[in-house]
């Protein structure tokens, strides 16, 4: 019989992805009628990694600016910027004098998003010295706007500014204008322009507006010739969403809340995360994503504590505006079902904003019935402060919690989401006063461009782990692109792309390196650890390694379990430098690395609290295991989420971090086979605060895993971790340890034994018996390929962890093309093109006899884990309940 593994034909794949393209669930809810996506000084179309979306180039389009007295021209980011990569910000259009692109525009309301990337793109354009004004139909939608003023508050890189305006039927073009101010320059990276649902911001003349703050039962209509400026639109208690991730419409909700709580909230109140099934009775299902809705913030589970404190966020706007805000609400406590179960205050700018807030009652007829999502606007004028500094002021949110007990069955209060959007002037203008201009910018601009040197990509927010098959391969040569993946990164204030320039102005004189991160990162008292572990009981202990145990433990009044893991004692000198850690530490929060929920450093003792992994470690499903065998499809889903984690430790964070023990104990599992990355940044703190007792050489890592590179120069590059993860891609395909000390000489090494076997073309003979006639060879030939290509010797030639997931994606893809052409072609009765066998395979004998070798699972036991340095712990843990799902990729 031959082989039934056939190649793919790729035009017969492209069908198919048309097929899921149509009948993909994943379809969008909204699609937009009209939209332009204007990749400024660019030429010809390109697919940008960061949404998905085509980008069209200005040059030799029409829609080629206009300039007015002098010529605008054309930059390229500088190479040195990782941002390179993700259109629309590679390219600039810049200008001294005056230019204007002209549109074509259909009446309603509409999106219009400007993209900014500040950066020196040449001599002429010092990125300190842009100063310009943006007008468009009839608005001043920027005035002396410096885009790298923004970048000092939100220590982001890029700039996205986005607005909405109504076009009239009598309306057929826009001109966007570019005006420079005295002395300055004006640029722009993209433009787009895209149609919304119509009344999703601005009111129906027939609705009902929004509440006006202050002035009981009147309403505020928001006219269609108001134009509204996003300033915030957050996720409220949940990770950020990024632009494909959204109904539709490519909003980002970003950044996370807790930048905006004040000290108490943050200490007191809790994100939550429900599986609850939503049903959009009340409003349009586009309003909002459904992790919108899923996840919220609640004030806790102590009602006595709950009534002494508001549970309030400050949102820092410009003075003398209106704003539009809009709080998102969803019952998703399954405890909580009946009107009354929670009622709570809701408090706006200092006035009453909800007396009686009470969302089954808004949501159901009878008062029975959760999950079921709705909005409420609010109109807070900000005008007539004149006695407050000139800089911003606060919009306050503010919940509080019923004091008298028979109001309602819980004490406590939950917001999901919230917008603010700006409304513009009676002169049409949106603009902010102009800033002060801080006098720290050079040191800034020099800051950034050091850090953009360090490759560090801030703001690209990486899609965390959702495969949005169809976004993915919406065109099929799309995937030959190199691709990068947007980092979604909820982490310290580099969030994204969002929100205007002009409230940085008071914060702007604020150090950067600012409180904030060391504010998200929760600490413990010793008493809360002890109570969690009953005084580091040993019952708890899930997990032992060369740092010290790890527990499991409950926080929260027993609701929340974690991972607590108690370092062994150090010098106290140790114990500041863990500190300085640990706030580095926690600013990486991303869906595939174990999130950090705090610390404690009481009497000496070291202690980092995480989330809980319920599925444990990544070997533990894989071999010496009661676990069922993972399918293939899942191992590889385990593996892009582990490879995305591991990108955004090389690229995410404001300085790249090596893992430098990557291994598959150090992938976990939440209860969603969600994996998250653990242990990172340990490794580091290692040889600073554990050296002494616990590093007997300067190479760490783990014997099997280890970067033979690495190990004769001693010279510790990202490729290294890059190295040890193509270790892990053996072992998820060939189920059986990094090192088997006591196997046959060849065979001691996966890394050796797998290169070998390809070379000798047996591969398929060193596969887990699981997944033998599983896996469709195209599928499997990219994956061996590229686990091959990240173990190459010399690591510059290895790929870049994003150029992995990539490459794990395709597989992925290339697995369910072929299933889904199988299944096609089983009810049409076998076409000979099918590149996958199911079931067995009397061709194809098996070498690697694993698990029938008793001797080899015994005497094996300890060796793969042996250890140059100690970072290792197998630490089961659990999901944070906030963290998204993985969609099931299976799109039939
Ligand atoms: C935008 O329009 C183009 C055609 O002009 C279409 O191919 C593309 O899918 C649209 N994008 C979205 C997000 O709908
Ligand atoms: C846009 O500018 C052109 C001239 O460049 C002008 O003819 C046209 O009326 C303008 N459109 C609008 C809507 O202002
Ligand atoms: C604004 O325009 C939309 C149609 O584009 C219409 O449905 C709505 O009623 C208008 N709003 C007001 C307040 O007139
Ligand atoms: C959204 O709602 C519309 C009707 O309002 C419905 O046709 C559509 O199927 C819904 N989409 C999703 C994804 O639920
Ligand atoms: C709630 O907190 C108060 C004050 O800290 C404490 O006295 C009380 O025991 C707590 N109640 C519960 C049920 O934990
Ligand atoms: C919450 O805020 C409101 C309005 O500012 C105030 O009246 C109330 O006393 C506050 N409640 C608590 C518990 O601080
Ligand atoms: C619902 O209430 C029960 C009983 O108080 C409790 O055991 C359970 O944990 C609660 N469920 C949630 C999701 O809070
Ligand atoms: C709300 O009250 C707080 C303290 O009572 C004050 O600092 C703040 O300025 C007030 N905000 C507004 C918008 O009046
Ligand atoms: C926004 O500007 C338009 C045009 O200048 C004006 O008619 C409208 O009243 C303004 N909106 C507000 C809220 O002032």
Known sequence: MKPIFIPLNLSSLFLLIVTLLVAGESAPIYSPTYNITLNCGFSGDKVSAYDFQTWTGDINSKFFPEAVGGTSQVGNAPPSSSLGSYVPFTT????????????????????????????????????????????AGGYTLLKDFNASLGRIYYNSETLLTEFCLNFEPDQRSLNITFTPSQGGYAFINGIEI?????????????????????????????????????????????????PNEDTGMYRTWDPPDEFFLDDRSKNLSISRRYNTHLNFARIFNYTAPEEVYRTGRTMGGNSTINKSYNLTWRFPVDPDFSYLVRLHFCEIDPNITAAKDRMFQIFIANFTAEPQADIIHWTTENGIGNGIPIYRDYFVPMLNLGTQKKGSVNISVALQAYQDDYLTRYNDAI???????KLNDTDGNLGGPIPELPNITPKVASESSRNSKKKSIPMLAILAGVVSVLLVVSVVGFLLFRRGRKVKDSNSSKATKWGPYSFSTTKSTKSRGSSLPSDLCRHFSLAEIKAATQNFNDVFIIGVGGFGNVYKGYVDDGSTPVAIKRLKPESSQGAREFKTEIEMLSQLR????????????EQGEMILVYDYMARGTLRDHLYRTENPPLPWEQRLQICIGAARGLHYLHTGAKRMIIHRDVKSTNIL??????????????????????????ISTVVKGSFGYLDPEYYRRQQLTEKSDVYSFGVVLCEVLCARPALIRTAEKKQMSLAEWTKTSHRNGTINQIIDPNLRGKIAATCLNKFVELALSCMNDNGSERPSMNDVVWGLEFALQLQQSAEAM???????????????????????????????DSKNSRTTKTSSDEQISTTNESMKGMSGTIFSEIKDPTVR
């Open 92 to 135: 600039a259009r810049l200008s001294h004098s005056e230019f204007t692109y002209r549109f074509p525009v259909s009446p309603g309301q509409k999106f219009i998003r400007l993209y900014f990337f500040p950066a020196t793109y040449n001599a002429d354009f010092d990125s300190s010295k842009s100063l310009f004004s943006v007008k």
């Open 194 to 242: 895209m149609s919304m649902p119509t009344n999703l911001y601005h009111s129906a003349a027939q609705g009902d507006g929004a509440s006006y703050l202050g002035s009981s039962d009147s309403r505020y209509l928001v006219k269609n010739n108001t134009a509204l400026q996003m300033i915030y639109r957050i996720n409220v208690g949940g990770n950020p969403v990024s």
């Open 415 to 421: 917001l999901n989401g919230l917008e603010i959007f």
């Open 590 to 601: 991303h869906l595939h690395l174990v999130s950090l929920v705090g610390y404690c450093t």
């Open 669 to 694: 599992l939440d209860e969603k086979w969600v994996a998250k990355v653990s242990d990172f940044g340990l490794s580091k703190m290692g040889t600073t605060t554990l050296s002494k007792t616990h």
């Open 822 to 852: 199988l299944y096609s072609n089983v009810e049409k009765e076998g076409e000979d093109e099918v590149a996958l066998m199911k079931g067995n395979d009397a061709g194809m004998s098996c070498s690697w006899e694993y698990s029938s």
